[in-house]
T-cell receptor
Framework: GAVVSQHPSWVICKSGTSVKIECRSL??????MFWYRQFPKQSLMLMAT?????????EQGVEKDKFLINHASLTLSTLTVTSAHPEDSSFYIC???????????FGDGTRLSIL | AQSVTQPDIHITVSEGASLELRCNYS??????LFWYVQSPGQGLQLLLK??????LVQGIKGFEAEFKRSQSSFNLRKPSVHWSDAAEYFC??????????FGGGTRLMVKP
């Protein structure tokens, strides 16, 4: 149980394109979802926390207009990287949990490469 | 504030040798601790977790970890390493709320 699916697993696109990444909880209702970014050979850095039906809470230094997060249902959150540039290339990982007293379950990540 | 430190950025061991990856934490209350493994280009796989109870926890793939409150440590061990264990390992601390803090990771390389 507690499976989190991310799609796509890898995307390559031109600079200036907007890219949408989906995070789905397959067998539970995710009241809270988290988005992380991981640079090569580094640890995971929390970007934002989203609760279903509410606006996401962004960590300091993360541009909310650049990284649009939508959590419109209990099983789906999306991260849209708007007008992506090469510096946005990274590994993005989502996680989800059902209740606040439960740990997070991680997706397999999305590798974003901007040319 | 909470923090997690993994002192060793890289570790190389020979196949069949024992392994210990260090993790130290700083937290003002009882910590919930995790070890994850990440293969290149992959997501995180949970190896084991400590919430309470027995301080020696068993995980998947033959890994175990011991919680030592007096040393603020949660070191990961494996008695005999396999070549397939080569990966990045992350220790993480959860505050039972919204905050999951990761250590910097330890890259394990296995020599044949």
């Amino acid at each position: 149980g507690a499976v989190v699916s991310q799609h796509p697993s890898w995307v390559i696109c031109k600079s200036g394109t907007s890219v949408k990444i989906e995070c789905r909880s397959l067998d539970f209702q995710a009241t809270t979802m988290f988005w992380y970014r991981q640079f090569p050979k580094q640890s995971l850095m929390l970007m934002a926390t989203s609760n279903e039906g509410s606006k996401a809470t962004y960590e300091q230094g993360v541009e909310k207009d650049k990284f649009l997060i939508n959590h419109a249902s209990l099983t789906l959150s999306t991260l849209t990287v708007t007008s992506a540039h090469p510096e946005d290339s990274s590994f993005y990982i989502c996680s989800a949990r059902e209740f606040s007293n439960q740990p997070q379950h991680f997706g397999d990540g999305t590798r974003l490469s901007i040319l | 504030a909470q923090s997690v430190t993994q002192p060793d950025i890289h570790i190389t061991v020979s196949e069949g040798a024992s392994l210990e990856l260090r993790c130290n934490y700083s937290y003002g209350a009882t910590p919930y601790l995790f070890w994850y493994v990440q293969s290149p280009g992959q997501g995180l796989q949970l190896l084991l977790k400590y919430f309470s109870g027995d301080t020696l926890v068993q995980g998947i793939k033959g890994f175990e970890a011991e919680f030592k409150r007096s040393q603020s440590s949660f070191n990961l061990r494996k008695p005999s390493v396999h070549w397939s264990d080569a990966a990045e390992y992350f220790c993480a601390l959860w505050n039972a709320g919204n905050m999951l803090t990761f250590g910097g990771g330890t890259r394990l390389m296995v020599k044949p």
